[in-house]
């Protein structure tokens, strides 16, 4: 059973979460912000404890937000479990949790929209074109509410990462944002809340994709080619019974784009198996 000792306050309104941040700023508090879409694992948890090592207060929004699902996506049967993700954020001492509805976010006569580029193009948007335009608009939205000191994504989403961050500086907000590395299970696999939907079969084929990964960095830190090594990595992957291969790319880490000599590069894929639609990236 989780400790729940920590007080955690819940607002769903705008103006109940801004009057309890201005509180804290009363106070003299720095702020953090992690914005989740809820069905909390171990992964958001660890978010939250960095956070709470890098501010005073610790403000999680959870909203499953639908700008950033295609309607053939997964939006209605998206995993959701409100009081089981209020008493994790408990048990780790969020201070507060903002629990926002659609029509909080998108009121009435909401009709604007951010469209990114950069390393929004390519690779996530070649599969899902409004991803992260939903997104942008989400995170802006949210910031605006909370207006943080600084705001904490994991590594896993590592494409959505550099978009926020594109838009914070774009955007001149002056929200520090801090990446935190990839959370995985034993067996290597990133921890996320889709992985609920894989049956036992699965879940016992789906580390080979990060095991698929560290092999073509391997290859690649030895001076292989990685094309080759990314095509070997994709016939082995079809073999072990992955589906549709969305992507495994090598880009540069900043910003997305070709590899350039000398910095540093990121590699990334999205595959499917089953019905399920696997995300994973690690540093080369």
């Known amino acids: ?19 309890a941040v201005a509180g804290f700023r009363e106070d003299g508090a720095r702020i953090a912000f992690v914005p989740t879409m809820g069905a909390l694992h171990e992964g958001h948890l660890a978010l939250v ?23 053939t996506e997964d939006l209605d049967r998206y995993p959701r479990n409100e009081a089981g993700d209020i008493a994790l954020l408990q048990s780790v001492g969020c201070d507060l949790v903002y629990l926002p509805t659609v029509d909080v976010l998108y009121p009435q006569g909401f009709v604007s929209r951010i469209e990114m580029k950069g390393p929004a193009l390519g690779l996530e948007t070649d599969f899902r074109p409004q991803f992260f335009s939903g997104v942008a608009t989400v995170v802006m939205k949210l910031f605006n509410q909370v207006r943080p000191d600084l705001a904490v994504f994991g590594e896993k989403d590592f494409q959505q990462l550099a978009v926020v961050r594109a838009m914070v500086r774009d955007f001149d907000l002056g929200i520090d944002i801090v990446g935190y590395p990839t959370m995985r299970e034993a067996d290597g696999l990133a921890l996320s809340s889709r992985n609920a939907y894989l ?16 092999a073509i960095r391997s290859v690649v830190l030895a001076g292989g080619d990685a094309e080759v090594a990314i095509a070997t990595a994709k016939a082995d992957l079809t073999a072990a019974g992955f589906g549709q291969i969305d992507y495994i790319a090598l880009r540069d880490a900043e910003t997305l784009g070709e590899v350039r000599a000398g910095k540093p590069r990121r590699l990334l894929a999205a595959l499917w198996l089953g019905k399920t639609r696997l995300i994973d990236n690690i540093a080369v």
């Open 199 to 214: 049956s036992p079969e699965q879940r016992a084929a789906a580390p080979k994709l990060h095991a698929a990964l560290e």
């Open 1 to 19: 059973m989780p400790d729940t000792a920590f007080p955690l306050t819940r607002v769903t309104t705008v103006a109940s979460l801004q009057s």
């Open 49 to 71: 404890r960095h956070a709470k090592t890098r501010a005073d207060k610790v403000v999680v929004s959870i909203f499953v937000n639908p700008l950033q699902f295609a309607p």
